[in-house]
């Protein structure tokens, strides 16, 4: 069906930089949403980011929010997640995830991990 693929985690600093990319392989949705979910040890998985294929709009947690951006490439059938002055508070592993008619998120990626330290 589909195929998610994170990459681009990592240890960094707080204050740093980094991108995550999430590859999507084998069928495609029309109407499809991908967001970024997170998930630290010993805590509830929480939402990071979404993106509407179809319109473009993105949605962001507050926490992230103003330091995350969402964004796609269509050629590559990839989504992004640019992450920005990086807290340790954001440490998790950060899960790709689709959802083929833009609502219940069906597929997972493996999951990636991003570690912050101070």
């Known amino acids: 069906q589909v195929q998610l693929v994170e990459s681009g985690g990592g240890l960094v600093q707080a204050g740093d930089s980094l991108r995550l990319s999430c590859l999507a392989s084998?069928?495609?949705?029309?109407?499809?949403?991908m967001g970024w979910f997170r998930q630290a040890p010993g805590k509830e998985r929480e939402f990071v980011a979404a993106l509407s294929w179809s319109s473009g709009n993105t949605y962001y947690a507050d926490s992230v929010k103003g330091r995350f951006t969402i964004f796609r490439d269509n050629v590559k059938n990839t989504v992004y997640l640019q992450m920005t002055s990086l807290k340790p508070e954001d440490t998790a592993i950060y899960y790709c995830?689709?959802?083929?008619?833009?609502?219940?998120?069906?597929?997972w990626g493996q999951g990636t991990q991003v570690t912050v330290s101070s």
């Open positions: 084998g069928r495609t949705f029309s109407n499809k949403a």
């Open positions: 995830s689709l959802a083929p008619m833009g609502t219940r998120y069906d597929y």
